[in-house]
């Protein structure tokens, strides 16, 4: 059965069939699936774990509970070990997410899919997923539509994971930044120079927890530098829409008023998560889309 482990390895016919098939699961096509699955999350997760949780509702498996703080974690037990327990005990699959970049790579000798929840600053392929099909639906296509992702790319698996993506099916990609934060990729600190062009507008979190960043930047200065400021939302192009994989530092990367504004797609992408994440299961357990 495929992982699901980095964007870099979904080719585009089968990114778009997961996208199709999230679509058909959004209009009530699906079917219920048997199986067992346990979730096992190092970080701290809302909507990553709680978005799967409701899809394994949705699709009819069982998911048994595992809680880090009560689990032989503490005693030493290799990620490898854990993941090994489950398989011999039956589960049919596991959902991770872990602080280690590309944790994945350990557990090579496991026989169960492994679908990857977000590795360290590396990458987080559901969410990649659920903001192309965001995008799908809004303007029924990818390539060619122009996307600026904005703020710590360096730290984000999430723009590292849609950069790849988005690039791999035609997509046009800015990114904006403190030079600090990018992560290697070609950016501009001048988040105005594409505010009037840009199709999507994809605000990242500033990660406090993964740096230092108060040393370096104080929030108003933040905002008023590379925040998408009410300013800056009155000069985007009709049709152009807001998303933030959330959570959201209101009032730092993005204006409070323009969090549920007309533009604004967050809330929608929590939704489309949950269909992203029925096909992905689907995917990963039944070794089709």
């Given amino acids: 059965m495929p992982d699901v482990l980095t964007m870099n390895t979904l080719d585009n016919e089968t990114i778009m069939h997961l996208l199709e098939r999230a679509g058909e699961f959004k209009s009530g096509k699906s079917q219920p699936m048997t199986g067992t699955v346990v979730n096992l999350f190092f970080e701290p997760s809302t909507r990553t774990k709680m978005s799967f949780e409701m899809a394994e509702h949705k699709m009819g498996l069982t998911v048994l509970p595992f809680e880090t703080a009560f689990s032989s974690v503490l005693k030493g037990e290799t990620l490898y070990d854990t993941v ?8 049919d699959g596991v959902i991770i997410r872990h602080e280690e970049e590309a944790y994945y790579e350990q557990l090579a000798g496991c026989k169960i899919p492994v679908i990857n929840g977000g590795d360290g600053s590396g990458q987080h ?31 984000s698996r999430v723009a590292k994971s849609n950069a790849a993506a988005l690039e791999k099916l035609g997509a ?14 070609k950016t501009s600190e001048q988040l105005d120079d594409f505010i009037e ?9 500033v990660q406090h927890e993964r740096h230092a960043v108060s040393a370096l930047f104080s929030k108003e200065h933040y905002h008023e530098q590379y925040g998408l400021t009410l300013e800056r939302e009155r000069k985007m192009k009709d049709g152009a829409i807001i998303m933030h994989p959330a959570p959201i530092n209101r009032g730092v990367e993005i204006s409070d008023c323009l969090v549920e504004c007309s533009r604004s797609r967050i809330f929608k992408q929590m939704e489309n998560g949950v269909f992203i994440r029925m096909a992905v299961l689907e995917y990963a357990m039944k070794g089709r889309v």
């Avoid at 090994?84 to 589960?91: L, N, P, R, Y």
Wanted: with cysteine.
């Fill in 84 to 91: 090994k327990t489950f398989e011999a005990i039956g589960v």
């Fill in 125 to 155: 392929p559901t969410q990649s997923l659920l903001d192309l099909f965001t995008i799908y639906q809004e303007f029924g296509k990818i390539g060619g539509i122009h996307v600026t992702i904005v703020g710590d790319i360096a730290h």
């Fill in 172 to 185: 046009r990609v800015s990114f904006v930044c403190p030079d600090e934060w990018s992560g290697g990729y």
């Fill in 197 to 205: 062009t840009t199709d999507v507008v994809m605000m990242l979190r």
